[in-house]
């Protein structure tokens, strides 16, 4: 029988490879991909305690406008990081230093 | 007890965590995308496992066939050979990597700890009649705004790619 924590359990280890993405990768691409594994993380929770704690149909409503949201989001950053491409050659956020205060 | 859902269960969780490890740690970035689409897939089958049918479907139609080939595409059109030797300093590694360990062990020993019920079976779950009776009901304002953010982000990304001929020149 799988319990609740079970799902959570990796939850948890998608957070912490997200986590690990952000902080270790330069390039814009690995970036957006370890974005895209946290907000996969915060839906298997939605849904999980969802299911366990408060069955209704609420929690599924959520996630429905949850992964549209992150599509929107795919959508404007995958945009930026091809222009970013076109002006500087590169996608290593290291290296885009335009906005630099 | 162990039945078929347990198997089913392990299988999915191995392909979710290795696809992303995958995602990030794949030496050539096109087969991080390939490996985030299995991560995507495997989350979809959690849904399932977790009886939200709907929820998995939509997963797999805007994440494993929208998100992902869009990633994929634009992987393919930025990528670049001299990437593949970029990775950081392993001294770095070893400390991004030590946290996110720890931040791992400490969720899964707070979920362990917080006595959760172990077992949904007395729940029913929600059927779709529900979940469309909320999204035209309670919901439908929340609906019709992220009809409108969808539209604005998809104007966005295009105006943001139009290929300006003196910025080219």
């Given at each position: 029988?799988?319990?609740?924590?079970?799902?959570?359990?990796?939850?948890?280890?998608?957070?912490?490879?997200?986590?690990?993405?952000?902080?270790?990768?330069?390039?814009?691409?690995?970036?957006?991909?370890?974005?895209?594994?946290?907000?996969?993380?915060?839906?298997?929770?939605?849904?999980?305690?969802?299911?366990?704690?408060?069955?209704?149909?609420?929690?599924?409503?959520?996630?429905?406008?949850?992964?549209?949201?992150?599509?929107?989001?795919?959508?404007?950053?995958?945009?930026?990081?091809?222009v970013a491409y076109r002006i500087h050659d590169d996608v290593d956020v290291g290296e885009l230093k335009n906005l630099r205060? | 007890?162990?039945?078929?859902?347990?198997?089913?269960?392990?299988?999915?969780?191995?392909?979710?965590?290795?696809?992303?490890?995958?995602?990030?740690?794949?030496?050539?970035?096109?087969?991080?995308?390939?490996?985030?689409?299995?991560?995507?897939?495997?989350?979809?089958?959690?849904?399932?496992?977790?009886?939200?049918?709907?929820?998995?479907?939509?997963?797999?139609?805007?994440?494993?066939?929208?998100?992902?080939?869009?990633?994929?595409?634009?992987?393919?059109?930025?990528?670049?050979?001299?990437?593949?030797?970029?990775?950081?300093?392993?001294?770095?590694?070893?400390?991004?990597?030590?946290?996110?360990?720890?931040?791992?062990?400490?969720?899964?020993?707070?979920?362990?700890?917080?006595?959760?019920?172990?077992?949904?079976?007395?729940?029913?779950?929600?059927?779709f009649t529900s979940i469309g009776q909320l999204l035209a009901g309670q919901f439908a304002p929340v609906l019709g705004a992220?009809?409108?953010?969808?539209?604005?982000s998809v104007l966005s990304a295009l105006a943001l790619a139009k290929v300006d001929p003196e910025e080219t020149a």
């Open positions: 029988m799988i319990a609740l924590s079970d799902y959570l359990i990796v939850s948890a280890f998608l957070v912490a490879i997200g986590v690990y993405g952000l902080v270790t990768k330069r390039n814009a691409m690995r970036l957006v991909f370890s974005v895209e594994i946290l907000i996969n993380a915060a839906n298997i929770n939605f849904i999980a305690f969802n299911r366990f704690l408060w069955p209704s149909a609420l929690g599924q409503t959520a996630v429905l406008f949850s992964i549209a949201l992150a599509a929107a989001e795919a959508s404007v950053i995958l945009a930026i990081v091809v205060g | 007890m162990v039945d078929a859902s347990d198997g089913v269960f392990l299988g999915m969780m191995v392909v979710t965590i290795g696809g992303a490890v995958a995602a990030l740690e794949a030496r050539e970035i096109v087969y991080g995308a390939v490996g985030l689409a299995a991560s995507f897939a495997g989350v979809a089958s959690l849904f399932f496992l977790l009886d939200s049918p709907f929820v998995a479907v939509f997963q797999i139609t805007v994440y494993v066939g929208a998100v992902a080939v869009l990633l994929l595409f634009t992987v393919m059109l930025v990528r670049e050979s001299r990437w593949f030797g970029d990775s950081p300093k392993i001294g770095a590694k070893a400390v991004a990597a030590t946290t996110a360990g720890a931040l791992a062990l400490s969720l899964i020993l707070t979920f362990s700890q917080a006595g959760f019920p172990s077992s949904g079976e007395q729940a029913t779950a929600p059927s992220l009809a409108l953010v969808l539209a604005a």
